[in-house]
């Protein structure tokens, strides 16, 4: 990532208040929680006189849009990482109300979860899901990008209506998803296909 120079910077810092037997630890963490790009960091001794961290980069797993907002990427915990751009096909898009928060801010409780229905669906449907969102009733509903409408019910057991879309999407002939006017994976164990 570009901004990688800045992240050894602080990390490098944040190791100097440490020894060897007692490793600056919290510091090394707070530190690198300063980019919203960082997942997390281990931090191992590298003997004799040296301290090793390694960076596990956080993977986008979904884009936010809002009406007057650049399209953010987000995780599946719904952390902002920073814009979107061409170089992220395969994501599915969330549907926001209002602006999502800058990046390394979280997003709030409904599209966070709507966030991890995405990150569990497989690659090719996740990029198919198009203004995942909220609907009266407090229930979610999507786009699907040359399909019909999807139905998720309550945001829950959303890794189950992953797979069950998942599922469906692979035993669905493209006439019969042409002719459907939505998937209904409200109760994932019995997925429902509508007509029009």
Do not use: C
């Not at 599209?111 to 569990?120: E, N």
């Amino acid at each position: 990532r570009d901004d990688r120079g800045d992240l050894a910077a602080a990390l490098d810092a944040a190791a100097s208040g440490g020894s060897m037997v007692s490793p600056p630890v919290d510091d090394l963490r707070a530190a690198a929680a300063r980019f919203p790009w960082v997942e997390s960091i281990s931090v191992a001794r590298d003997l004799p006189r040296m301290l090793s961290v390694t960076v596990e980069q956080a993977e986008p797993a979904a884009v936010a849009v809002a009406p007057r907002a650049e399209p953010m990427l987000v995780t599946a915990s719904g952390r902002v990482l920073g814009p979107a751009d061409e170089r992220n096909p395969g994501l599915g898009w969330l549907r926001l109300d209002e602006d999502p928060p800058a990046p390394g801010g979280t997003l709030p409780g409904e599209p966070r979860a709507a966030a991890a229905f995405l990150a569990a669906l497989p690659p090719a449907a996740a990029g198919r899901v198009r203004a995942l969102r909220p609907a009266d009733g407090g229930v979610l509903v999507a786009d699907l990008r040359g399909g019909p409408e999807l139905r998720l019910g309550r945001p829950e057991r959303l890794a189950a209506k992953a797979a069950a879309l998942g599922i469906v999407l692979d035993h669905l002939s493209d006439e019969e998803e042409r002719a459907a006017a939505y998937i209904d994976l409200s109760v994932p164990e019995r997925p429902a296909l509508g007509g029009p």
